[in-house]
Protein backbone atom coordinates (compact mmCIF):
# COMPACT_ATOMS: atom_id res chain seq x y z
CA UNK A 1 0.00 0.00 0.00
CA UNK A 2 0.51 3.68 -0.83
CA UNK A 3 2.25 6.08 2.09
CA UNK A 4 -0.47 7.83 3.98
CA UNK A 5 -0.92 11.33 2.74
CA UNK A 6 0.27 13.90 5.39
CA UNK A 7 -2.53 15.69 5.85
CA UNK A 8 -4.70 12.70 7.15
CA UNK A 9 -2.10 12.19 10.50
CA UNK A 10 -1.33 15.63 10.74
CA UNK A 11 -4.70 17.06 12.73
CA UNK A 12 -4.16 14.50 15.87
CA UNK A 13 -2.39 15.00 18.73
CA UNK A 14 -1.23 10.92 18.63
CA UNK A 15 0.63 9.98 15.63
CA UNK A 16 -0.88 6.56 14.96
CA UNK A 17 1.31 3.55 13.28
CA UNK A 18 -0.32 3.86 9.33
CA UNK A 19 -1.55 0.16 9.43
CA UNK A 20 -3.73 1.07 12.57
CA UNK A 21 -5.24 4.21 10.89
CA UNK A 22 -6.20 2.01 7.37
CA UNK A 23 -7.69 -0.20 10.02
CA UNK A 24 -9.95 2.05 11.80
CA UNK A 25 -10.70 3.64 8.67
CA UNK A 26 -12.85 0.54 7.62
CA UNK A 27 -16.04 0.39 7.67
CA UNK A 28 -16.58 -2.39 9.29
CA UNK A 29 -13.74 -1.87 12.38
CA UNK A 30 -15.64 -1.85 14.68
CA UNK A 31 -16.33 -5.55 14.27
CA UNK A 32 -12.11 -6.04 15.02
CA UNK A 33 -12.97 -3.41 18.12
CA UNK A 34 -15.65 -5.59 19.56
CA UNK A 35 -14.24 -9.10 18.86
CA UNK A 36 -10.60 -7.99 20.58
CA UNK A 37 -12.83 -6.52 23.46
CA UNK A 38 -15.14 -10.32 23.30
CA UNK A 39 -11.84 -12.48 23.71
CA UNK A 40 -10.52 -10.10 26.50
CA UNK A 41 -13.27 -10.40 28.75
CA UNK A 42 -13.68 -14.31 27.76
CA UNK A 43 -10.13 -14.16 28.83
CA UNK A 44 -10.59 -12.26 31.87
CA UNK A 45 -13.84 -14.37 32.91
CA UNK A 46 -11.83 -17.77 32.47
CA UNK A 47 -9.15 -16.98 34.37
CA UNK A 48 -11.39 -15.49 37.07
CA UNK A 49 -13.72 -18.01 37.45
CA UNK A 50 -13.48 -21.86 37.26
CA UNK A 51 -17.48 -22.49 35.87
CA UNK A 52 -16.76 -19.76 32.72
CA UNK A 53 -15.01 -21.45 30.21
CA UNK A 54 -17.23 -24.55 29.49
CA UNK A 55 -19.52 -25.71 26.54
CA UNK A 56 -22.62 -25.42 29.07
CA UNK A 57 -21.95 -21.92 30.37
CA UNK A 58 -21.28 -21.08 26.72
CA UNK A 59 -24.80 -22.16 25.58
CA UNK A 60 -26.23 -20.36 28.68
CA UNK A 61 -24.93 -17.46 27.54
CA UNK A 62 -26.55 -17.99 24.17
CA UNK A 63 -30.12 -18.65 25.25
CA UNK A 64 -30.02 -15.98 27.24
CA UNK A 65 -29.00 -13.40 24.26
CA UNK A 66 -30.85 -15.65 21.70
CA UNK A 67 -34.08 -13.81 22.22
CA UNK A 68 -32.79 -10.65 21.77
CA UNK A 69 -30.08 -11.36 18.97
CA UNK A 70 -33.12 -12.74 16.66
CA UNK A 71 -35.22 -8.87 17.33
CA UNK A 72 -31.80 -7.44 16.87
CA UNK A 73 -31.11 -9.15 13.63
CA UNK A 74 -34.28 -7.35 12.19
CA UNK A 75 -33.76 -4.23 13.94
CA UNK A 76 -30.25 -4.05 12.59
CA UNK A 77 -32.15 -3.65 9.43
CA UNK A 78 -34.19 -0.75 10.20
CA UNK A 79 -31.39 1.07 11.92
CA UNK A 80 -28.96 1.12 9.40
CA UNK A 81 -32.09 2.95 7.11
CA UNK A 82 -31.93 5.07 9.54
CA UNK A 83 -35.30 4.03 11.01
CA UNK A 84 -35.74 3.12 15.12
CA UNK A 85 -38.16 0.77 16.68
CA UNK A 86 -39.12 0.91 20.03
CA UNK A 87 -42.38 -1.09 19.95
CA UNK A 88 -40.18 -4.37 19.81
CA UNK A 89 -41.14 -5.44 23.47
CA UNK A 90 -44.23 -5.15 23.25
CA UNK A 91 -44.78 -6.62 20.31
CA UNK A 92 -42.74 -9.58 21.55
CA UNK A 93 -45.21 -9.90 24.22
CA UNK A 94 -48.42 -9.45 22.07
CA UNK A 95 -46.71 -12.48 19.99
CA UNK A 96 -45.71 -14.77 22.19
CA UNK A 97 -48.90 -14.76 24.27
CA UNK A 98 -51.15 -15.10 21.18
CA UNK A 99 -48.80 -18.18 20.07
CA UNK A 100 -49.10 -19.50 23.61
CA UNK A 101 -53.12 -18.40 23.95
CA UNK A 102 -53.56 -20.39 20.96
CA UNK A 103 -51.22 -23.82 21.80
CA UNK A 104 -53.03 -24.14 25.09
CA UNK A 105 -55.71 -25.41 23.80
CA UNK A 106 -53.94 -28.87 22.37
CA UNK A 107 -56.28 -29.21 19.65
CA UNK A 108 -54.73 -26.20 17.26
CA UNK A 109 -51.99 -26.72 15.81
CA UNK A 110 -48.45 -25.06 16.07
CA UNK A 111 -48.89 -23.21 12.28
CA UNK A 112 -52.38 -21.56 13.53
CA UNK A 113 -50.16 -20.27 16.82
CA UNK A 114 -47.22 -19.27 13.89
CA UNK A 115 -49.63 -17.52 11.33
CA UNK A 116 -51.56 -15.73 14.18
CA UNK A 117 -48.75 -14.35 15.76
CA UNK A 118 -46.66 -13.46 13.04
CA UNK A 119 -49.72 -12.09 11.46
CA UNK A 120 -50.21 -9.49 14.48
CA UNK A 121 -46.40 -8.78 14.72
CA UNK A 122 -46.56 -7.85 11.08
CA UNK A 123 -49.78 -5.68 11.20
CA UNK A 124 -48.07 -3.47 13.74
CA UNK A 125 -44.69 -3.20 12.14
CA UNK A 126 -46.14 -2.28 8.84
CA UNK A 127 -48.50 0.34 10.83
CA UNK A 128 -45.45 1.66 12.12
CA UNK A 129 -43.88 2.03 8.49
CA UNK A 130 -47.17 3.88 7.48
CA UNK A 131 -47.34 5.73 10.50
CA UNK A 132 -44.06 7.32 9.82
CA UNK A 133 -43.63 7.20 6.24
CA UNK A 134 -47.18 8.09 4.91
CA UNK A 135 -47.80 10.92 8.00
CA UNK A 136 -44.56 11.74 8.41
CA UNK A 137 -44.37 11.08 12.58
CA UNK A 138 -41.15 10.86 14.39
CA UNK A 139 -40.25 7.27 14.32
CA UNK A 140 -39.20 7.33 17.85
CA UNK A 141 -42.66 9.33 18.55
CA UNK A 142 -44.89 6.69 16.67
CA UNK A 143 -43.19 3.60 17.80
CA UNK A 144 -43.33 4.57 21.87
CA UNK A 145 -46.94 5.50 21.08
CA UNK A 146 -46.97 1.98 19.92
CA UNK A 147 -45.65 0.46 22.58
CA UNK A 148 -48.61 1.70 24.79
CA UNK A 149 -50.87 1.14 22.46
CA UNK A 150 -50.11 -2.66 22.06
CA UNK A 151 -49.00 -3.02 25.49
CA UNK A 152 -52.65 -1.61 26.72
CA UNK A 153 -54.03 -4.35 23.72
CA UNK A 154 -51.89 -7.33 25.15
CA UNK A 155 -52.75 -6.99 28.62
CA UNK A 156 -56.39 -5.95 28.35
CA UNK A 157 -56.80 -9.24 26.39
CA UNK A 158 -55.28 -11.37 28.14
CA UNK A 159 -52.71 -10.97 31.76
CA UNK A 160 -51.08 -14.03 30.71
CA UNK A 161 -51.37 -18.02 29.47
CA UNK A 162 -51.80 -20.99 30.91
CA UNK A 163 -48.41 -23.95 30.48
CA UNK A 164 -48.09 -24.86 26.89
CA UNK A 165 -47.79 -28.88 26.93
CA UNK A 166 -47.47 -29.19 23.20
CA UNK A 167 -44.17 -30.88 22.81
CA UNK A 168 -43.64 -29.30 19.44
CA UNK A 169 -43.51 -25.32 20.55
CA UNK A 170 -41.92 -26.17 23.17
CA UNK A 171 -38.52 -27.28 21.55
CA UNK A 172 -38.76 -23.95 19.83
CA UNK A 173 -37.79 -22.59 23.15
CA UNK A 174 -36.09 -25.58 25.46
CA UNK A 175 -34.73 -27.92 23.06
CA UNK A 176 -31.44 -28.67 21.99
CA UNK A 177 -30.04 -29.93 18.55
CA UNK A 178 -27.13 -32.38 18.64
CA UNK A 179 -24.24 -31.99 16.46
CA UNK A 180 -21.11 -33.76 16.92
CA UNK A 181 -21.03 -34.35 20.17
CA UNK A 182 -22.38 -30.64 21.44
CA UNK A 183 -26.29 -30.28 22.33
CA UNK A 184 -26.83 -26.50 20.99
CA UNK A 185 -30.08 -25.08 22.39
CA UNK A 186 -32.90 -24.42 19.40
CA UNK A 187 -32.71 -20.52 20.09
CA UNK A 188 -28.94 -19.95 19.73
CA UNK A 189 -29.41 -21.90 15.87
CA UNK A 190 -32.64 -19.72 15.28
CA UNK A 191 -31.14 -16.97 16.19
CA UNK A 192 -27.62 -17.66 14.02
CA UNK A 193 -29.92 -18.56 11.15
CA UNK A 194 -31.42 -15.26 11.52
CA UNK A 195 -28.43 -13.54 11.61
CA UNK A 196 -26.77 -15.47 8.75
CA UNK A 197 -30.28 -14.46 6.93
CA UNK A 198 -29.96 -10.65 7.65
CA UNK A 199 -26.12 -10.67 6.62
CA UNK A 200 -27.05 -12.27 3.11
CA UNK A 201 -29.53 -9.89 2.50
CA UNK A 202 -27.13 -6.71 3.67
CA UNK A 203 -24.39 -8.07 1.27
CA UNK A 204 -26.00 -9.50 -1.73
CA UNK A 205 -29.01 -8.18 -2.45
CA UNK A 206 -30.94 -5.01 -3.99
CA UNK A 207 -32.64 -4.65 -0.79
CA UNK A 208 -29.46 -4.62 1.33
CA UNK A 209 -27.42 -1.98 -0.92
CA UNK A 210 -30.67 0.49 -1.04
CA UNK A 211 -31.13 0.00 3.06
CA UNK A 212 -27.49 1.59 3.60
CA UNK A 213 -28.30 3.90 0.42
CA UNK A 214 -31.42 5.15 2.37
CA UNK A 215 -29.71 5.65 5.94
CA UNK A 216 -27.40 7.69 3.99
CA UNK A 217 -29.22 9.84 1.98
CA UNK A 218 -32.86 9.20 1.49
CA UNK A 219 -33.71 12.07 -0.74
CA UNK A 220 -30.53 11.27 -3.40
CA UNK A 221 -32.61 7.21 -3.08
CA UNK A 222 -36.14 8.88 -4.27
CA UNK A 223 -34.31 10.74 -6.77
CA UNK A 224 -32.79 8.20 -8.34
CA UNK A 225 -36.44 6.73 -8.55
CA UNK A 226 -36.23 4.07 -5.45
CA UNK A 227 -39.45 3.70 -3.69
CA UNK A 228 -37.93 5.11 0.01
CA UNK A 229 -41.03 4.79 1.67
CA UNK A 230 -41.80 1.57 0.79
CA UNK A 231 -38.64 0.42 1.70
CA UNK A 232 -39.28 1.86 4.71
CA UNK A 233 -42.89 0.30 5.42
CA UNK A 234 -40.99 -2.90 4.72
CA UNK A 235 -38.18 -2.17 7.11
CA UNK A 236 -40.91 -1.59 10.14
CA UNK A 237 -42.74 -4.56 8.92
CA UNK A 238 -39.58 -7.07 8.96
CA UNK A 239 -38.64 -5.05 12.40
CA UNK A 240 -42.21 -6.20 13.85
CA UNK A 241 -41.60 -9.60 12.61
CA UNK A 242 -38.52 -10.18 13.83
CA UNK A 243 -39.63 -9.08 17.38
CA UNK A 244 -42.81 -11.35 16.92
CA UNK A 245 -40.61 -14.50 16.09
CA UNK A 246 -38.24 -13.88 19.12
CA UNK A 247 -41.66 -13.19 21.33
CA UNK A 248 -42.45 -17.12 19.97
CA UNK A 249 -39.34 -18.78 21.06
CA UNK A 250 -39.37 -17.01 24.62
CA UNK A 251 -42.93 -18.17 24.93
CA UNK A 252 -41.20 -21.76 24.03
CA UNK A 253 -38.41 -21.17 26.49
CA UNK A 254 -41.06 -20.05 29.13
CA UNK A 255 -43.76 -22.26 28.35
CA UNK A 256 -46.14 -19.37 28.71
CA UNK A 257 -47.33 -16.45 27.32
CA UNK A 258 -45.88 -14.37 30.06
CA UNK A 259 -45.56 -10.47 29.06
CA UNK A 260 -41.95 -10.61 30.00
CA UNK A 261 -40.16 -8.83 27.52
CA UNK A 262 -41.62 -5.35 28.11
CA UNK A 263 -38.60 -2.66 27.64
CA UNK A 264 -36.74 -5.43 25.60
CA UNK A 265 -36.32 -3.12 22.61
CA UNK A 266 -33.81 -0.99 25.10
CA UNK A 267 -31.42 -3.85 25.49
CA UNK A 268 -31.74 -4.75 21.36
CA UNK A 269 -31.22 -1.13 20.55
CA UNK A 270 -28.40 -1.04 22.80
CA UNK A 271 -26.54 -3.97 21.09
CA UNK A 272 -27.65 -2.85 17.77
CA UNK A 273 -25.36 0.33 18.71
CA UNK A 274 -22.87 -1.53 20.49
CA UNK A 275 -22.54 -3.39 17.01
CA UNK A 276 -21.31 -0.42 15.10
CA UNK A 277 -24.78 0.87 13.84
CA UNK A 278 -25.29 4.42 14.00
CA UNK A 279 -28.38 6.04 14.78
CA UNK A 280 -28.35 8.48 12.28
CA UNK A 281 -28.42 5.29 9.91
CA UNK A 282 -26.18 4.17 6.85
CA UNK A 283 -23.42 2.57 8.62
CA UNK A 284 -23.04 -1.19 10.63
CA UNK A 285 -22.85 -4.50 10.24
CA UNK A 286 -25.00 -7.98 11.43
CA UNK A 287 -21.81 -9.36 12.35
CA UNK A 288 -21.21 -6.07 14.59
CA UNK A 289 -24.38 -6.94 16.09
CA UNK A 290 -23.89 -10.89 17.05
CA UNK A 291 -20.95 -9.58 18.63
CA UNK A 292 -23.02 -6.84 20.66
CA UNK A 293 -25.16 -9.11 21.52
CA UNK A 294 -22.49 -11.52 22.29
CA UNK A 295 -20.45 -9.37 24.39
CA UNK A 296 -23.43 -8.43 26.62
CA UNK A 297 -24.23 -11.95 27.46
CA UNK A 298 -20.91 -12.81 28.48
CA UNK A 299 -20.38 -9.59 30.78
CA UNK A 300 -23.66 -10.64 32.31
CA UNK A 301 -22.86 -14.75 32.70
CA UNK A 302 -19.38 -13.55 34.01
CA UNK A 303 -20.37 -11.10 36.16
CA UNK A 304 -23.32 -12.82 38.20
CA UNK A 305 -20.71 -16.30 38.34
CA UNK A 306 -18.19 -13.64 40.50
CA UNK A 307 -21.11 -12.60 42.47
CA UNK A 308 -21.70 -9.30 40.72
CA UNK A 309 -24.76 -7.64 41.88
CA UNK A 310 -26.99 -6.77 39.18
CA UNK A 311 -27.10 -3.26 39.97
CA UNK A 312 -23.86 -3.31 39.27
CA UNK A 313 -24.07 -5.32 36.17
CA UNK A 314 -26.05 -2.32 35.04
CA UNK A 315 -23.66 0.13 35.61
CA UNK A 316 -21.39 -2.22 33.64
CA UNK A 317 -23.73 -2.80 30.72
CA UNK A 318 -23.93 0.98 30.09
CA UNK A 319 -20.51 2.32 30.81
CA UNK A 320 -19.29 -0.18 27.88
CA UNK A 321 -22.58 1.14 25.32
CA UNK A 322 -21.47 4.57 26.36
CA UNK A 323 -17.87 4.16 25.64
CA UNK A 324 -18.10 2.29 23.20
CA UNK A 325 -20.06 4.61 21.07
CA UNK A 326 -17.26 7.48 22.39
CA UNK A 327 -14.75 5.48 20.85
CA UNK A 328 -16.57 5.63 17.55
CA UNK A 329 -17.00 9.08 17.99
CA UNK A 330 -13.42 9.38 18.74
CA UNK A 331 -12.20 7.56 15.68
CA UNK A 332 -14.35 9.46 12.81
CA UNK A 333 -11.67 12.29 13.79
CA UNK A 334 -8.99 10.22 12.38
CA UNK B 1 -42.54 22.57 -40.31
CA UNK B 2 -40.78 23.08 -36.90
CA UNK B 3 -39.27 19.59 -34.88
CA UNK B 4 -41.51 18.01 -32.07
CA UNK B 5 -40.03 19.73 -28.52
CA UNK B 6 -38.43 17.25 -26.50
CA UNK B 7 -40.08 19.06 -23.50
CA UNK B 8 -42.27 22.19 -23.19
CA UNK B 9 -43.98 24.26 -20.29
CA UNK B 10 -47.69 25.52 -20.53
CA UNK B 11 -48.46 28.23 -18.16
CA UNK B 12 -46.49 26.67 -15.52
CA UNK B 13 -46.77 27.59 -11.80
CA UNK B 14 -46.04 26.93 -8.30
CA UNK B 15 -46.95 28.39 -5.19
CA UNK B 16 -45.63 27.54 -2.18
CA UNK B 17 -48.09 29.05 1.25
CA UNK B 18 -49.09 31.67 -0.52
CA UNK B 19 -45.29 32.81 -2.38
CA UNK B 20 -45.26 32.12 -5.98
CA UNK B 21 -41.72 30.95 -6.66
CA UNK B 22 -42.90 29.64 -10.79
CA UNK B 23 -45.80 31.99 -12.15
CA UNK B 24 -46.91 30.67 -15.50
CA UNK B 25 -43.88 29.85 -17.45
CA UNK B 26 -43.73 28.81 -20.99
CA UNK B 27 -40.80 27.41 -22.62
CA UNK B 28 -40.18 25.04 -25.02
CA UNK B 29 -36.84 23.03 -25.81
CA UNK B 30 -36.26 21.12 -29.57
CA UNK B 31 -34.00 17.46 -29.57
CA UNK B 32 -30.42 18.09 -29.54
CA UNK B 33 -30.50 21.69 -27.68
CA UNK B 34 -28.12 22.82 -24.88
CA UNK B 35 -30.32 25.66 -22.89
CA UNK B 36 -28.98 27.84 -20.51
CA UNK B 37 -31.39 28.37 -17.44
CA UNK B 38 -29.90 31.28 -15.77
CA UNK B 39 -31.50 33.88 -12.77
CA UNK B 40 -30.83 35.71 -9.35
CA UNK B 41 -31.39 33.18 -6.63
CA UNK B 42 -35.33 32.98 -6.20
CA UNK B 43 -36.15 33.08 -9.63
CA UNK B 44 -37.38 29.50 -10.03
CA UNK B 45 -34.79 28.22 -11.67
CA UNK B 46 -34.27 24.68 -8.99
CA UNK B 47 -38.25 24.88 -8.78
CA UNK B 48 -38.44 24.50 -12.74
CA UNK B 49 -35.73 21.90 -13.11
CA UNK B 50 -37.51 20.49 -9.74
CA UNK B 51 -41.14 19.96 -11.62
CA UNK B 52 -39.44 18.66 -14.43
CA UNK B 53 -37.69 15.95 -12.57
CA UNK B 54 -40.59 14.63 -11.10
CA UNK B 55 -39.28 15.92 -7.61
CA UNK B 56 -41.87 18.67 -7.55
CA UNK B 57 -45.39 18.99 -8.86
CA UNK B 58 -46.69 22.03 -10.23
CA UNK B 59 -49.79 24.08 -8.55
CA UNK B 60 -50.89 24.97 -12.45
CA UNK B 61 -49.79 24.54 -15.78
CA UNK B 62 -49.09 21.37 -18.14
CA UNK B 63 -45.58 19.92 -18.88
CA UNK B 64 -45.27 18.19 -22.37
CA UNK B 65 -42.90 15.62 -23.38
CA UNK B 66 -42.70 15.03 -27.17
CA UNK B 67 -46.39 16.72 -27.34
CA UNK B 68 -48.00 14.71 -24.60
CA UNK B 69 -49.04 16.14 -21.44
CA UNK B 70 -47.74 14.32 -18.63
CA UNK B 71 -48.26 14.01 -14.86
CA UNK B 72 -45.07 13.32 -12.73
CA UNK B 73 -45.82 12.66 -9.13
CA UNK B 74 -41.88 11.05 -8.39
CA UNK B 75 -38.67 11.29 -9.74
CA UNK B 76 -39.13 7.78 -11.30
CA UNK B 77 -41.82 8.81 -13.53
CA UNK B 78 -39.76 11.40 -14.74
CA UNK B 79 -36.94 9.27 -15.60
CA UNK B 80 -39.10 6.55 -17.42
CA UNK B 81 -39.77 9.61 -19.81
CA UNK B 82 -35.59 9.45 -20.02
CA UNK B 83 -35.44 12.52 -18.24
CA UNK B 84 -32.29 12.50 -15.90
CA UNK B 85 -30.72 15.41 -13.46
CA UNK B 86 -27.98 16.08 -11.94
CA UNK B 87 -28.51 17.78 -8.59
CA UNK B 88 -26.59 20.40 -7.06
CA UNK B 89 -26.35 18.41 -4.23
CA UNK B 90 -25.05 15.53 -6.58
CA UNK B 91 -27.85 13.22 -4.51
CA UNK B 92 -24.81 10.98 -3.82
CA UNK B 93 -24.38 8.09 -1.16
CA UNK B 94 -21.73 9.00 0.45
CA UNK B 95 -21.22 5.26 2.28
CA UNK B 96 -21.51 3.51 -0.94
CA UNK B 97 -18.97 3.57 -3.49
CA UNK B 98 -18.24 4.96 -7.03
CA UNK B 99 -19.92 1.80 -8.73
CA UNK B 100 -22.73 1.60 -6.10
CA UNK B 101 -23.42 5.06 -6.72
CA UNK B 102 -23.22 4.69 -10.90
CA UNK B 103 -25.97 2.25 -10.57
CA UNK B 104 -28.45 3.53 -7.81
CA UNK B 105 -31.60 2.37 -9.17
CA UNK B 106 -30.63 1.06 -12.27
CA UNK B 107 -28.88 -2.51 -10.69
CA UNK B 108 -27.86 -5.83 -12.99
CA UNK B 109 -28.78 -8.60 -11.29
CA UNK B 110 -27.38 -12.26 -11.08
CA UNK B 111 -30.49 -13.72 -10.23
CA UNK B 112 -33.47 -11.41 -10.85
CA UNK B 113 -36.36 -13.14 -8.59
CA UNK B 114 -33.92 -12.46 -5.36
CA UNK B 115 -32.47 -9.16 -6.84
CA UNK B 116 -28.81 -10.62 -6.05
CA UNK B 117 -26.73 -8.53 -7.19
CA UNK B 118 -23.83 -8.33 -10.35
CA UNK B 119 -21.41 -6.80 -8.66
CA UNK B 120 -18.62 -7.81 -10.88
CA UNK B 121 -20.70 -6.86 -13.90
CA UNK B 122 -21.45 -3.23 -12.34
CA UNK B 123 -17.52 -2.79 -11.83
CA UNK B 124 -16.66 -3.97 -15.30
CA UNK B 125 -19.34 -1.87 -16.61
CA UNK B 126 -18.60 1.30 -14.42
CA UNK B 127 -14.98 1.22 -15.60
CA UNK B 128 -15.79 1.22 -19.56
CA UNK B 129 -18.18 3.76 -18.90
CA UNK B 130 -15.78 5.99 -17.52
CA UNK B 131 -13.20 5.47 -19.99
CA UNK B 132 -15.64 6.46 -22.75
CA UNK B 133 -16.48 9.42 -20.90
CA UNK B 134 -12.19 10.20 -20.53
CA UNK B 135 -13.34 10.27 -16.40
CA UNK B 136 -10.55 9.59 -14.10
CA UNK B 137 -11.00 8.45 -10.86
CA UNK B 138 -8.59 6.17 -8.56
CA UNK B 139 -11.03 3.22 -8.60
CA UNK B 140 -14.24 2.23 -9.03
CA UNK B 141 -14.20 0.52 -5.88
CA UNK B 142 -13.70 4.11 -3.82
CA UNK B 143 -16.16 5.35 -1.43
CA UNK B 144 -17.79 8.90 -2.75
CA UNK B 145 -17.27 10.25 0.82
CA UNK B 146 -13.07 9.69 0.10
CA UNK B 147 -13.86 11.95 -3.61
CA UNK B 148 -12.45 15.45 -4.67
CA UNK B 149 -15.91 17.61 -5.66
CA UNK B 150 -14.56 16.83 -9.17
CA UNK B 151 -15.00 13.04 -8.95
CA UNK B 152 -17.94 13.47 -7.07
CA UNK B 153 -19.33 15.33 -10.03
CA UNK B 154 -18.03 12.92 -12.60
CA UNK B 155 -19.32 10.32 -11.04
CA UNK B 156 -23.07 11.64 -11.13
CA UNK B 157 -22.64 12.43 -14.57
CA UNK B 158 -21.42 8.88 -15.33
CA UNK B 159 -24.69 8.01 -13.56
CA UNK B 160 -26.58 9.66 -15.99
CA UNK B 161 -24.80 8.41 -18.48
CA UNK B 162 -25.54 5.10 -17.91
CA UNK B 163 -29.18 5.62 -17.73
CA UNK B 164 -29.02 6.73 -20.69
CA UNK B 165 -31.17 9.95 -20.80
CA UNK B 166 -32.60 12.02 -23.44
CA UNK B 167 -32.59 15.05 -21.64
CA UNK B 168 -30.12 16.04 -18.90
CA UNK B 169 -30.51 18.51 -16.60
CA UNK B 170 -27.53 19.91 -15.15
CA UNK B 171 -27.98 22.31 -11.74
CA UNK B 172 -25.52 24.51 -10.87
CA UNK B 173 -22.72 21.75 -12.00
CA UNK B 174 -20.40 24.32 -11.93
CA UNK B 175 -20.33 25.79 -8.46
CA UNK B 176 -18.29 23.66 -6.58
CA UNK B 177 -15.67 22.70 -9.19
CA UNK B 178 -12.13 23.86 -9.36
CA UNK B 179 -10.95 25.41 -13.05
CA UNK B 180 -9.38 22.37 -14.28
CA UNK B 181 -12.83 20.71 -13.17
CA UNK B 182 -14.92 23.37 -14.69
CA UNK B 183 -13.18 22.45 -18.00
CA UNK B 184 -13.39 18.62 -18.13
CA UNK B 185 -17.39 19.35 -17.19
CA UNK B 186 -17.83 21.52 -20.29
CA UNK B 187 -16.18 18.74 -22.35
CA UNK B 188 -18.27 16.42 -21.51
CA UNK B 189 -21.64 18.54 -22.22
CA UNK B 190 -19.96 18.74 -25.29
CA UNK B 191 -19.91 15.18 -25.74
CA UNK B 192 -23.12 15.26 -24.69
CA UNK B 193 -24.90 17.53 -27.06
CA UNK B 194 -22.60 15.92 -29.45
CA UNK B 195 -24.23 12.37 -29.17
CA UNK B 196 -27.51 13.94 -29.48
CA UNK B 197 -28.82 14.31 -25.98
CA UNK B 198 -30.79 17.67 -24.90
CA UNK B 199 -29.32 19.44 -21.84
CA UNK B 200 -30.73 22.00 -19.76
CA UNK B 201 -27.78 23.67 -17.39
CA UNK B 202 -28.97 26.18 -14.61
CA UNK B 203 -25.70 28.37 -13.63
CA UNK B 204 -24.42 31.50 -12.10
CA UNK B 205 -21.16 31.57 -14.42
CA UNK B 206 -22.07 33.78 -17.75
CA UNK B 207 -18.36 32.67 -18.85
CA UNK B 208 -19.72 28.67 -19.42
CA UNK B 209 -23.25 29.27 -19.93
CA UNK B 210 -22.36 31.48 -23.46
CA UNK B 211 -19.53 28.31 -23.80
CA UNK B 212 -21.69 25.63 -24.40
CA UNK B 213 -25.49 26.64 -24.62
CA UNK B 214 -27.23 27.54 -28.13
CA UNK B 215 -30.41 29.27 -25.91
CA UNK B 216 -30.38 31.20 -22.99
CA UNK B 217 -33.77 31.36 -20.74
CA UNK B 218 -34.02 34.27 -17.73
CA UNK B 219 -36.35 33.81 -14.73
CA UNK B 220 -36.78 36.51 -12.48
CA UNK B 221 -39.24 36.22 -9.61
CA UNK B 222 -40.62 33.28 -11.03
CA UNK B 223 -41.49 34.96 -14.33
CA UNK B 224 -39.80 34.29 -17.97
CA UNK B 225 -38.26 37.20 -18.77
CA UNK B 226 -35.93 36.33 -21.74
CA UNK B 227 -35.56 33.44 -23.89
CA UNK B 228 -32.53 34.65 -26.49
CA UNK B 229 -30.51 32.37 -28.71
CA UNK B 230 -26.97 32.69 -27.38
CA UNK B 231 -25.44 34.04 -30.85
CA UNK B 232 -27.69 36.74 -30.51
CA UNK B 233 -26.74 38.49 -27.54
CA UNK B 234 -23.89 38.90 -24.92
CA UNK B 235 -23.44 38.51 -21.34
CA UNK B 236 -24.03 42.17 -20.92
CA UNK B 237 -27.72 41.99 -21.92
CA UNK B 238 -28.18 38.51 -20.09
CA UNK B 239 -26.84 40.41 -16.80
CA UNK B 240 -29.28 43.39 -17.27
CA UNK B 241 -32.49 40.90 -18.07
CA UNK B 242 -31.03 39.15 -14.79
CA UNK B 243 -31.36 42.38 -12.39
CA UNK B 244 -33.65 44.74 -14.21
CA UNK B 245 -36.21 42.16 -15.85
CA UNK B 246 -38.14 42.95 -18.81
CA UNK B 247 -37.72 46.85 -19.52
Known amino acids: ?334 | METQPVVETKGLSRYFKGVVALNEVSVSISPGEVVGLVGDNGAGKSTLVKILSGDLEPSAGQVLIDGAEVHFRHPRDAKNRQIETIYQDLALCENLDIMENVFLGHESYRNPLLRLLDRRRMYRETSQLLEQLAIRVPSTRELVMNLSGGQRQATALARVAKAGARLIILDEPTAALGVNETRNLLDLVMRFKEQGKTIIIISHEMRDVFEVTDRIIVLKRGELVADKRTAETDPDEIVRYIIRGRD
Do not use: H
Open chain 1, 1 to 334: MTAQPSADASGLAVRLPAPLVTLLRRRDSNVFFLLFVLVAAIVFFTIQSPYFFDDRNAFNIGRAVSITGIAAAFATLLMISGGLDLSIGAIMNASGLAAAVIMVDPENSIILAFAIALGISAFIGFSNGIIVTKIGVNPIIATIGMQFVVRGMTLATRSGSALVRDRAFLEIGQGELAIGTLEIPVPVILMLATMLLCYLVLRFTQFGKYIYAIGDNASACRRAGINVAGMRIALYTLSGLGAGFAGIVLAGLTGAGIPYAAGSELSVISAVILGGVSLSGGVGVIQGTLLGVLLVGVLKNGMTLLNINANWQMVVEGSVLMIAVSLDQLKQRI
